[in-house]
């Protein structure tokens, strides 16, 4: 832990946890360039996780932060919920990273992944920040206001389930006068790789360049140019069509009267209506359509009969989830594995959403239901098997309770204080088996 006023902090190495000095409660991860000093002022990218693990994000930005130049501060205390907590949070380490380092205010930007990136596109509305990467999801309300003008730099997994999402999000930007770019990648819902981070914040030097607020850098602006004509080449030569035509796009529109673009307007013309792209918008289509009758399909039991014995309520999700499973763990990517692998996710984030909801509101018996289909997709899940002891508990189911809480140890869980200390767990306190568990055993 470091002192929020140490006057010498580290450089070059993420350090894990800076305090806030005026609220305690409030903490952050942050990383220092090698070369920061306090000779001039620095961009500064706020990162904002929905499970509040201020570290993660900067482990993908750092190297991206080291090349360009970038403070990078993740907040320990914003995550999914109310907007209030995690303005709180952003408005702590804004406050104290102001008070401590030189940073130059016209280029502070925003960063979020899933539930962060709503948040970060909700807290753009103060007017403070320069632009936003958003990450594995777009805007509250899936719509993007219309009042919006700010630098979004958007990324997407190919088996993110809001893959769909942010390509309607891009699509949207179209029409708007404000710089975008859409970076697709293999991978799932998450921080995008290193790579990426690091072209995204590449890409901001250049917006920055454009809108002045950075000293114009030819051979920087040359560099990035030949990056993402490299990136285009490799989207094209690898069959992904629709990721090839965002790349050369954003080419034509990113650099022009900095470099020769016209070949690259030709090219995304041409690839635009080519057959490989068509057939690919297509496929494109039908996999966003198969994945909502797939959720859909999922749940409707679940929703349907919710109150009725497990077994029943989730006789069809079983069947639905066992094969998407099978196709998900393909070796071979297709656009099958994909779904398969969208939905999957999809399922455990609706069943862990709608569950807390319903155990907010006492309805324990509905909120384990539904917390079911995330089992069937991550038996082996130790917070799901946790969540769902404690629902069973919570609705005198004692011995499904235990039953699943020891799975959950076996499968991974370590915090016995934990589940000592969770008040969903009062009524197995006397048990024998239960404090055996938490580490009480007879004295």
Known sequence: MVSAFAADLPKGRIIDQVVCSADPTQSYALY?????????????LYCLDPLARGRLPLEQFREGAEKYGYILAGSYNSRNGPLAPALEALRAVWRNTHETLRIDDRRVYLAGMSGGARDATVFLNGGAFAGVIAQAAGFSGNAVPKDFSFPFFGTAGFDDFNYDEMRQVDRELDSRAAPHRLVLFPGPHGWAPASVCAEALGWLDLVAMRAGTKPSDKALIHALFEQDVSSAAAAEAQGEFIAAWLRYRSLAAGYKDWENVAPYERKAAELKDSKEYR???????????????????????????????????????????ADLRSKAASAQDSDERRIARRALREATVTAWEESTVLRSKKDYSSAAATLEVAALVEPDNPEVLYNLAALSALSNDKGRAMSLLKKAVEKGLRDRSRIEKDPAFDSLRQRAEFRALVGQGSR
């Open 32 to 44: 220092l360039p090698s070369a920061y000093s306090t000779e001039r002022a620095w961009p500064v």
């Open 279 to 321: 057939r690919a918008l297509k496929a494109e289509d039908g996999a966003a359509a198969r994945q909502r009758e797939l959720l859909a399909t999922i749940f409707s039991n679940v929703r349907k009969q919710v109150n009725r014995d497990a077994d029943e309520v989730h006789a069809s999700p079983r069947v639905v989830v």
